[in-house]
Structure formats: structure tokens, C-alpha cells
């Protein structure tokens, strides 16, 4: 079975703070792993994905991931945060023949202080 | 490059109305289709997809059907809605080069 959690609802940092968003997976095969972002009024974008390649993923907007699979997490992080950066962001793990199957997280709403 | 446009953005229906959501796809031909519902303090779950036209799967048994009339549209309905029916639904595209999502509709059963 396929499952994923994100530990915090809510996570509030102030600019120019590091980010961490936590993210941990199970799954029965070997997953294809992503960050997704939503910000209000629009659509999912997508982060940064990690599909068996390097284990440290960097993706857009200054975020990366990293792969720990001893440890089955998937820790979204950041640097430093932008004010533009809140936003409620997804982990999903993706599975089956085609990876054509997703599995949600139930999401981590970032506040930006300034 | 994909492009979903999903209408209306956001919809109050009363309860034991019908519903029908529609989900367009451009960029793209023979493209899996998928319906995600949010509902409040949860994350996205799969309800339907679709390989291809008139083929649906459902994940989990629920109120709601889906519907593949054409290549690039997908609806999703119900002949009378619940309140437990009130969420965010997404309609997603996947192809090779990967997952596109709508805007989504905001739901509420009221």
C-alpha cells in the first residue's frame, strides 16, 4: 500500500529563513517522488521530482529534495524564504506500471513573515 | 506544452442538486485523465481516471461518476449531491512528459 505523510499543516518562517517541509513515504515499490506548490486561485506546479537518479533533486524557485530511502523521507527545503513562497505545498508519491497513479499528502501551508 | 481548463472555479450547490464539473485538455492527444478531490484536512484523493474515451476507473466508491465523451474532456457528476460531497477537485493530464494540473473547483454543498 501506498501512503504519504506530511508532518506539519502549517509551518510559519520569516524571509530570508531557511525552509524545511517534511515529507515521508511508504510505498510496496520503488516510487517516483514530488513536491508539488499551489498558490490560491491557481493550479498545481510542480517543484521538483525525484524518479530514481540522484538522490539530492533540485528543483525551481531555489527549493530542492532529498531522498533518503533508509529513512523514507523526501524533506522539501529552501535556503532562504521569499515572501512570494507561501503557499500550501504537496508531497506525492507516484506508483504503478506507468507511474500513471498518485498519492497525496495532506499538504503543508508555508507562512512567510516578513 | 499541456494546458487544463477547468470550470467553474468555485460553485455553491444545495444539497440533492445535480452536479457536472468539466475538465478540458489542450496541447495534448490520448492524454490519462484524472479526477483528485481535497476535502478539509486532508490531501488529494484519486477518485476516477481515465485512459482513454468511455473508459473510467473508479478508486473509491462515492456518489460521484465520471465520464470520457471525447479524447480531451472529462466530467465529472453526480445526480444529487451530499455535503460530504463539499471539497476542492482536480483535474489532472499526464502524458510523457508528465503530470498537468487544472485550476481546480471549489465546491461547497450547502
Known amino acids: 500500500a501506498q501512503s504519504v505523510t506530511q508532518l506539519d499543516s502549517h509551518v510559519s518562517v520569516s524571509e530570508g529563513t531557511p525552509v524545511l517541509l517534511r515529507c515521508n513515504y511508504s510505498?510496496?515499490?520503488?516510487?517516483?517522488l514530488f513536491w508539488y506548490v499551489q498558490h490560491p486561485n491557481k493550479g498545481l506546479q510542480l517543484l521538483l521530482k525525484?524518479?530514481?537518479?540522484?538522490?539530492l533533486v533540485k528543483g525551481i524557485n531555489g527549493f530542492e529534495a532529498e531522498f533518503k530511502k533508509s529513512e523514507t523521507s523526501f524533506h522539501l527545503t529552501k535556503p532562504s524564504a521569499h515572501m512570494s513562497d507561501a503557499a500550501e505545498y504537496f508531497c506525492?508519491?507516484?506508483?504503478?506500471?506507468?507511474?500513471?497513479?498518485?498519492?497525496f499528502g495532506s499538504g503543508t501551508k508555508l507562512n512567510v513573515k516578513p | 506544452s499541456q494546458t487544463i481548463h477547468q470550470w467553474p472555479a468555485t460553485l455553491v450547490q444545495p444539497v440533492g442538486s445535480p452536479l457536472s464539473l468539466e475538465c478540458t485538455v489542450e496541447?495534448?492527444?490520448?492524454?490519462?485523465l484524472y479526477w483528485y478531490r481535497q476535502a478539509a484536512g486532508r490531501g488529494l484523493q484519486l477518485l476516477f481516471y481515465?485512459?482513454?474515451?468511455?473508459?473510467i476507473s473508479s478508486e473509491v466508491p462515492q456518489n460521484l461518476s465520471a465520464s470520457r465523451p471525447q479524447d480531451r474532456q472529462f466530467i465529472l457528476s453526480s445526480k444529487k449531491l451530499l455535503l460530504s460531497d463539499s471539497g476542492f477537485y482536480l483535474c489532472?493530464?499526464?502524458?510523457?512528459?508528465?503530470?498537468?494540473f487544472g485550476s481546480g473547483t471549489r465546491l461547497t454543498v450547502v
Open positions: 496541447g495534448t492527444s490520448n492524454p490519462n
Open positions: 510505498s510496496s515499490y520503488s516510487p517516483s
Open positions: 506525492v508519491v507516484s506508483v504503478g506500471p506507468n507511474f500513471n497513479k498518485f498519492y
Open positions: 481515465s485512459v482513454g474515451i468511455g473508459q
Open positions: 489532472a493530464s499526464l502524458r510523457k512528459t508528465g503530470y498537468t
Open positions: 525525484y524518479t530514481s537518479a540522484a538522490t
